[in-house]
């Protein structure tokens, strides 16, 4: 039995229900704050991500979003934005991108369910597992690039290097 027939019945489904499925599963606290739209914040391993999954019924596509603030200075934007088309080359799932006027990063994702196409709590888990998976291993080229002082090229080291051996 896969982990989708234990948490779903047959029958229309909304996507939203499935994110909240995974999140009660989890534990994780949540707001509905639409029929569309589900808001979380989890806990990272550098820091909290707020993220918000939305439905758009038009193009058939569960959208995530995930956030944290940032205040990069005038002068690192530059490297900033180098650091960001850097990460992107690395994520195939989602990608990264600037909001400047709120002063966020933002990670986003987008599942099609085209053609009547249901969610299922692996795609949700594998979305969220995603957007926090990425900010884990970016956050620390971001801090180093944006407050450290590094290049976008040295500071992504950090987060290319691989861990060897056993602990």
């Known amino acids: 039995m896969t982990n989708s027939e234990i948490f779903l019945d047959d029958g229309d489904i909304h996507p939203i229900d499935v994110v909240e499925t995974v999140a009660t599963h989890y534990e994780w606290e949540f707001d509905r704050v639409a029929d ?10 550098w820091r909290p991500y707020a993220l918000t999954l939305a439905w758009n019924p038009s193009d058939e596509t569960l959208r995530l979003i995930a956030t944290c603030e940032l205040d990069p200075p005038a002068d690192r ?3 900033f ?5 850097r990460m992107n080359d690395l994520c195939w799932a989602g990608g990264f991108t600037w909001w400047e006027e709120e002063k966020l990063l933002v990670f ?11 969610a299922v709590p692996e795609q949700i888990d594998t979305m969220i597992r995603a957007a926090m998976l990425s900010f884990d291993r970016f956050y620390p080229a971001v801090q180093l690039a944006v407050h450290g002082g590094r290049g976008a090229k040295d500071a992504m080291e ?3 290097a691989e861990a060897y051996g056993r602990a």
Not at 81 to 85: A, E, I, Q, T
Not at 109 to 118: K, R
């Open 36 to 45: 569309n739209q589900i808001t979380m914040t989890l806990e990272g391993i």
């Open 77 to 79: 934007m530059a490297v």
């Open 81 to 85: 934005y180098d650091l960001l088309n």
């Open 108 to 118: 986003r994702y987008g599942l099609v369910l085209a053609g009547d196409q249901v």
């Open 158 to 160: 950090v987060a290319i």
